[in-house]
């Protein structure tokens, strides 16, 4: 493998992001180091920082001489050798609240399956927290998980950062938000950020990771009750039974298909059970398209 750039992470709100908030997010603290990334390329461990490979004598403040002493990281790799390891080597930078235990670790952040050319896939944080701490690897938890939120919601969990942070030393850099469903407009998986410098400072304690209740909005009660999984199954056996087989070609086929026969076999009881509701097609067909990839994870993998 080779290295690789780590996504732009876009500011909540902008075009590039439009949509993310839909569906479930997980959102984590953003730590305020030096971004750094590592690999295993035919039996040697590998070290980037964002722009470039690094070397013994350009190591990026001593990152690469840390990974390559640490033979945690590369057990890692060699257990799983497509796999890419970003986070945040966290030396000294803008922010210099970190508790004193807390600097010089690599504390990973995103973990990728490197497919080849400029294709990869980001692995959710459900499942590569557990490969990380089979071999003691540091990482950043979540401070919580979002379903359906909005800005307002975003900066409650932004208030309660203190993610590494000494008691009474304010926030950390700010959050970042990640939707593993989400897609933007230019076909991008993309997450957002929220920066703290661009609000009031707040003091508050961490608590764990709670899950933030949302009012439930209209869209999402509309596929919980209709868009099950019986009749997403339907569909596909449609396709099934035209094509005698499944290819991955047909994807678009069966969520155009779920979204259209929804709306045509079900808008009157729609109409009906929510007294007329003003409904957001745009986001109801969001809200459809997550729960088929939920229903049918293997025909996307």
């Known amino acids: 493998m080779e290295f690789k750039k780590y996504q732009h992470l876009e500011r909540y709100g902008t075009d590039e992001v439009n949509g993310i908030e839909i569906?479930?997010?997980?959102?984590?603290?953003?730590?305020?180091?030096?971004?750094?990334?590592?690999?295993?390329?035919?039996?040697?461990?590998?070290?980037?920082?964002?722009?470039?490979?690094?070397?013994?004598?350009?190591?990026?403040?001593?990152?690469?001489?840390?990974?390559?002493?640490?033979?945690?990281?590369?057990?890692?790799?060699?257990?799983?050798?497509t796999h890419r390891l970003h986070g945040e080597f966290l030396v000294p930078h803008t922010l210099k609240t970190y508790r004193d235990d807390a600097w010089r670790k690599f504390y990973v952040f995103d973990v990728v399956i490197d497919k080849g050319d400029?294709?990869?896939?980001?692995?959710?944080?459900?499942?590569?927290?557990?490969l990380l701490e089979e071999f003691d690897l540091d990482y950043i938890s979540p401070l919580c998980t979002i379903r359906n939120g909005s800005y307002e919601n975003f900066i409650k969990s932004l208030e309660n950062n203190n993610f590494l942070i000494k008691d009474g030393k304010g926030l950390g850099e700010g959050i970042v938000i990640k939707n593993y469903n989400f897609y933007n407009k230019y076909k991008r998986q993309t997450w957002a950020k929220i920066v703290s410098s661009e609000f009031k400072e707040k003091h508050h304690k961490a608590m764990g990771a709670p899950v933030i209740e949302v009012k439930e909005m209209i869209e999402q009660k509309i596929v919980d009750d209709y868009c099950t999984e019986a009749f997403i199954e339907k569909e596909y056996a449609k396709i099934l039974n035209e094509n005698e087989g499944w290819q991955s070609k047909f994807i678009p086929m069966l969520l155009g298909r779920v979204y259209s026969e929804l709306v045509k076999e079900e808008i009157w009881n729609i109409l009906k059970q929510f007294k007329n509701p003003k409904i957001d097609f745009k986001t109801l067909h969001t809200l459809v398209v997550g729960k088929v990839k939920k229903t049918k994870p293997v025909i996307f993998g």
């Open 118 to 130: 400029d294709n990869v896939e980001y692995i959710p944080y459900d499942i590569y927290k557990e």
């Open 23 to 81: 569906g479930e997010c997980t959102v984590f603290p953003k730590v305020d180091g030096t971004n750094g990334s590592i690999w295993i390329d035919n039996g040697v461990v590998k070290a980037g920082s964002r722009n470039r490979e690094l070397t013994i004598e350009k190591d990026n403040a001593g990152f690469y001489s840390y990974i390559l002493s640490n033979s945690k990281f590369k057990s890692y790799l060699e257990k799983h050798p």
